[in-house]
């Protein structure tokens, strides 16, 4: 881990306590990077709940049911596919107030128009922590953000993309109320 994203860790980590929320992951293209990077932070295990890694698209239906159809319509490195695992790994992790997924092509070999390309979403549970589940359709507020990596070797663009990933976080759903 590189000093920056060790910062980025201890400041979600601080939001999550300063905040109650319960974070829990879906990774594709970070490839567990995020997980490992906050389990670094000391006593985070009282607000982080877990990761699923999901890095091809047959996972990505089995363990968090995204529609085939759509990775058919959008692929996997997209915004609806992103939006889906996001409310996804939240319906299935009941302690959970807060979900972030990211998706992306971080090369090699990725198609022009993909090269680089990663998606976010943030999934915050309607009420925020200690909120009840009152049964409407939809109980999550989801935040959406796209992003060209600049950066060359893989390696650095998955610490790129988990930077931007914690960020993105803090910004959405863990800032000073």
Do not use: N
């Amino acid at each position: 881990m590189t000093p920056e994203l060790t910062r980025d860790c201890q400041t979600v980590a601080d939001r999550l306590r300063a905040t109650g929320h319960r974070l829990v992951l879906a990774e594709s293209c970070t490839c567990g990077l995020l997980a490992a990077s906050i389990a670094a932070v000391p006593g985070v295990s009282q607000h982080f709940c877990g990761s699923a890694v999901t890095y091809r698209e047959q996972t990505k239906v089995q363990w968090l049911e995204v529609d085939p159809d759509l990775l058919s319509r959008h692929s996997a490195v997209s915004a609806p596919v992103t939006d889906q695992m996001a409310r996804a790994v939240m319906r299935r992790t009941d302690e959970a107030t807060v979900s972030l997924a990211v998706t992306g092509h971080l090369g090699p070999d990725a198609p022009a128009e993909l090269d680089g390309r990663v998606y976010l979403a943030v999934c915050v549970r309607s009420g925020g922590p200690g909120a009840s589940r009152d049964g409407r359709d939809d109980p999550y507020v989801v935040h959406a953000h796209a992003l060209r990596l600049h950066e060359q070797l893989r390696v650095q663009r998955q610490i790129e993309s988990a930077r931007e990933a914690w960020q993105f976080l803090v910004r959405v759903a863990l800032a000073d109320i």
